[in-house]
């Protein structure tokens, strides 16, 4: 518990330093370990996997904080955060994945004051969000951070909305996807891009944004001008998660020739992956360049 609320304090902080708009420089991340195959090509895990939540075989992937406030119950997974427990969450625990698609079939969490969160990465470092603000239910934010800084404030505060018609997203599932590569981010809501965000030879860009985590929090409790106000009396406050998957890139098997995409993203060359998993990320005071759609 007290590990994962260190972890979202650290994007926290990144929140805060959108707000009032002043962004540090930011120094090169390390290298990320991965495992080396045929001629010292660095490869992560190849797979795609999919969890649901007939059972609890989804704890042999990941660890969860108040464990209490997560249920399962005809197939759907709740998350429930309470005073008691304001970080209901899960974490996936192997290190065996960096570039690849994550995607969470969810309803988020209604109610002012309270956040649901899906996130690629680490608060303080490097960390690329999906989330939803409970006194919002129309519209899903998507953020990024290099280093535990959020880079573009007008993107840190970019509201999506799925396309008319649907109901609020607290009543009905969506699936939203971070498509993570060494060359460019994408958010999406079901096979709606919502943003791009590119990588170039002169920027700064969540190169290592390895960890994979998901959960609701209390930001009333601490960035209230965001969140908004959270008031107890108004709960309960529930999320509700349907399915999880990761599709790995990678260079072995039959994907060698070109890593996988969402079905509206383009292939990449997978020699460009090769050489971006082997350097150093950019160096450069510049911002990232952002396509919102």
């Known amino acids: 518990m007290v590990s994962f609320v260190i972890i979202r304090f650290g994007a926290l902080l990144g929140v805060a330093s959108l707000l009032v708009s002043t ?3 930011v120094s090169p991340q390390p290298i990320v370990n991965i495992p080396s195959g045929p001629n010292g090509v660095s490869l992560q895990k190849c797979w795609t996997k999919d969890w649901t939540f007939e059972n609890d075989d989804y704890l042999q992937d ?3 904080d108040c464990a209490n406030n997560i249920k399962i119950a005809d197939g759907i997974m709740s998350w429930e955060v309470t005073e008691d427990c ?3 969450s899960l974490i996936y625990k192997h290190d065996d994945i960096l570039y690849g698609q994550a995607s969470i079939d969810i309803k988020m969490a209604r109610g002012s004051g309270i956040v649901t969160a899906f996130i690629r990465g680490m608060g303080g470092k490097d960390e690329i969000d999906v ?3 409970g006194k919002d239910l129309d519209h899903v934010q998507f953020m990024y951070y290099v280093n535990g800084s959020v880079v573009n404030s007008k993107f840190g505060t970019t509201h999506f909305e799925p396309p008319a018609p649907h109901k609020p997203l607290n009543e009905e599932f969506f699936t939203y996807t971070i498509d993570y590569a060494p060359n460019r981010t994408q958010w999406y809501v079901g096979d709606n891009l919502g943003a791009t965000l590119e ?4 920027n700064k860009y969540p190169s290592q944004a390895r960890e994979w985590r998901m ?3 209390n930001g009333g409790a601490i960035v209230p001008a965001w969140a908004g106000k959270t008031d107890w009396s108004k709960g309960p406050f529930v999320a509700f998660v349907r399915r999880l998957s990761f599709t790995s890139y990678c260079e072995e098997g039959p994907q060698a020739s070109g890593l996988p995409r969402h079905p509206r993203t383009a292939t990449s060359d997978s020699a460009l992956v090769k050489a971006e ?3 150093d990320p950019p160096q450069s ?5 952002v396509r919102l759609l």
């Open 23 to 25: 962004f540090p420089l």
């Open 62 to 64: 990941f660890d969860t």
């Open 86 to 88: 304001f970080s209901p």
């Open 131 to 133: 989330e939803w603000v």
């Open 199 to 202: 990588r170039t030879a002169t």
């Open 215 to 217: 959960n609701l929090w």
């Open 277 to 279: 998993l082997n350097q």
């Open 285 to 289: 005071q510049e911002q990232s360049v």
